[in-house]
């Protein structure tokens, strides 16, 4: 592509000439390869159209003749163009040193383009070197600035995160001594309520003992049972024969009455009366009423918490579920204390009798009471051994307080 553009540098003449003798031809005359060159103007000729009719002046000796022609009336003065299209001996030589040095020049020109070029990146870089060395001190300045700013405004949040950090410190600390004062308190609280549980029990212990000393006291001096078996027959017959009117006196109605009691079982038998089972079972039976030991129930659910009033207000709201189990059934449940004002018994909002002892009397007396006046129609829970057994002579259920605790 070069040489066909030096070639049209050192043949223009020659070029210009065959395109003016393309337009003396007739159109039928063009040949078929040159219409499109001969159809344009007086423009510059492309690069690959010159190929072409330089081509078409080299193997057409007839339009070479009319290019010379062309050349001649045009009066050109250049030797290169007409020993080109003369073809004159040595021709190709004349041609080939016109080309060399149009492309030496060319060169040249290049080369001294190339060196103004040159220097004119020289000079911009010598510029910008000197502008990036402007930038890069101005950028350590405004670093160290900033840098500078920077630290006089975090001193004071260094002192503060160093204050606040002591604070919290010293916070934490006081926090883990509360945490350790109230463990303690707590440890001393529950210790307390143990104590207390205790002592409750030893109270109704005590008045137990001193209920039993009161009845043995009013029941009045006792013949002592002999021991030798002689002595011992005779005394036994002596008992009978006292026993004898009484058992006569017996009417049928009495009878039929006791028997009635006797049969009516409550608990089917397999139940064990320390399951939740047994409290299942109360499920639909009608006309009983089910007298709950509070306090001994109490120690079995928690016995540190057994003697505080939370507690017995917790254990009261819990059986109204007993309540909703045992339909129109009464549930009695019984505490050694008084109430507040001396009142003796109240009713909770879900129907449960809420019954305490006075004076000397202790639960365990008005569980007893209450059950021979009720006989069979009684169901008696507590843990109490001594409860159970003479409640169950007058023929009560008798339940224990883990049964009614498990069902809860």
């Not at 492309?46 to 070479?64: A, H, S, V």
């Not at 020109?109 to 990036?132: F, H, M, Y």
């Not at 120690?299 to 017995?312: F, P, Q």
Request: proline share 3%.
């Amino acid at each position: 592509m070069n040489i066909t553009r030096h070639l049209r540098s050192v043949l223009g003449s020659s070029i210009e000439a065959a395109r003016a003798a393309l337009r003396d031809l007739d159109d039928e005359e063009v040949p078929a390869r040159l219409r499109s060159i001969a159809k344009r103007g007086d423009g510059k000729l492309p690069l690959p159209l010159t190929r072409t009719l330089l081509q078409r002046i080299d193997e057409d000796e007839w339009f070479r003749g009319k290019a010379l022609e062309a050349l001649e009336r045009q009066g050109s003065v250049d030797a290169v163009s007409r020993t080109y299209l003369k073809r004159e001996p040595g021709w190709w030589m004349a041609v080939a040193q016109a080309v060399a040095e149009a492309e030496a020049a060319d060169a040249v020109d290049r080369l001294q383009q190339l060196e103004r070029t040159s220097e004119t990146l020289r000079t911009r870089a010598t510029a910008d070197r000197a502008k990036l060395k402007a930038v890069r001190r101005e950028l350590d300045r405004a670093e160290k600035a900033s840098r500078d700013a920077v630290d006089d405004r975090l001193e004071p949040l260094r002192a503060a995160a160093a204050t606040a950090r002591s604070e919290r410190d010293r916070a934490e600390a006081e926090v883990a001594a509360m945490h350790e004062a109230v463990a303690a308190a707590v440890a001393d609280r529950l210790e307390a309520e143990r104590t207390a549980a205790g002592l409750s029990q030893r109270i109704r212990s005590v008045k137990r003992t001193a209920a039993q000393l009161r009845r043995s006291v009013s029941a009045g001096p006792s013949a002592s049972i002999p021991r030798e078996p002689l002595e011992v027959a005779r005394w036994l017959d002596r008992a009978s024969a006292t026993l004898t009117p009484y058992r006569e006196a017996e009417t049928a109605a009495t009878r039929v009455a006791r028997i009635s009691r006797a049969e009516r079982v409550l608990v089917p038998a397999g139940i064990a009366p320390d399951s939740a089972a047994s409290v299942d079972a109360l499920s639909g039976i009608d006309g009983i009423t089910v007298l709950i030991d509070g306090h001994n129930l109490l120690g079995v659910l928690d016995v540190s918490t057994m003697a505080t009033g939370r507690a017995r207000r917790a254990l009261i709201a819990s059986l109204g579920k007993l309540t909703r189990h045992l339909g129109d059934s009464v549930i009695e449940v019984v505490f050694d204390s008084d109430l507040e004002e001396g009142r003796s018994s109240s009713v909770s909002q879900l129907g449960v009798v809420v019954r305490f002892a006075q004076g000397d009397l202790i639960a365990d007396d008005l569980i007893v009471e209450h059950a021979e006046k009720l006989r069979g129609a009684a169901v008696v829970i507590s843990d109490d051994r001594e409860v159970r057994e003479r409640c169950g002579g007058y023929g009560a259920t008798v339940l224990w307080s883990q049964a009614l605790a498990d069902w809860l």
